[in-house]
T-cell receptor, first 117, second 110 residues
């Protein structure tokens, strides 16, 4: 079975602080994708980043960066110099092959990030 | 390119009734997936449609059913509504492993 755990339920920071969101996953698949999504109060899931299981290179994209470690099954996400507009619920998700030609997503329970001015 | 549009945005139904939710997929996307997100939880996979056929299903009872049309838009139907069906229903269109989500339909069952 596949599982995604986000141990942090809520995080509150002050603007300009760096914040790291933790994600631990379980899967028996050798080929999979990991995602981070942002969900503002409007409800839409906004795609942030994706990583495949064969690429552990960690990168930085603007204020976002991620740390993918297969040895610990972790896929942590960092926002540098947080802003009030970053306030949202953040979901980590695991994509597995579900038959046919496409994949389904398994989500964690989310982390509510509040950035205070 | 157009995004994913869901309708209606909000809906209130009575227990036992039936409901139909609609989703238009993003241009070029041939697969539609539906997710249920209860309050304070992550989205749960309901099912996926690829080329008008169901292509994978999560742990949801048969009263949750769907359709996909030739233009790749989709419907989610829920019969015999229960109070626990109250949730945000999200539709995602995809091509391969790239997903685009709609803003969802907030269903309240009273």
């Amino acid at each position: 079975a596949q599982k995604v755990t986000q141990a942090q339920t809520e995080i509150s920071v002050v603007e300009k602080e760096d914040v790291t969101l933790d994600c631990v996953y379980e899967t028996r698949d050798t080929t999979y994708y990991l995602f981070w999504y942002k969900q503002p109060p409007s409800g839409e899931l906004v795609f942030l980043i994706r990583r495949n299981s064969f690429d552990e290179q960690n990168e930085i994209s603007g204020r976002y960066s991620w740390n993918f470690q297969k040895s610990t099954s972790s896929f942590n996400f960092t926002i540098t110099a947080s802003q009030v507009v970053d306030s949202a619920v953040y979901f980590c998700a695991l994509s597995m092959y579900s038959g046919g030609s496409n994949y389904k997503l398994t989500f964690g329970k989310g982390t509510l990030l509040t950035v205070n001015p | 390119e157009t995004g994913v549009t869901q309708s209606p945005t909000h809906l209130i139904k009575t227990r036992g009734q039936q409901v139909t939710l609609r989703c238009s997929s993003q241009s070029g996307h041939n697969t539609v997936s539906w997710y249920q997100q209860a309050l304070g939880q992550g989205p749960q996979f309901i099912f996926q449609y690829y080329r008008e056929e169901e292509n994978g299903r999560g742990n949801f009872p048969p009263r949750f059913s769907g359709l996909q049309f030739p233009n790749y838009s989709s419907e989610l139907n829920v019969n015999a509504l229960e109070l626990d069906d109250s949730a945000l229903y999200l539709c995602a269109s995809s091509y391969g492993d790239g997903y685009t989500f709609g803003s969802g339909t907030r269903l309240t069952v009273v």
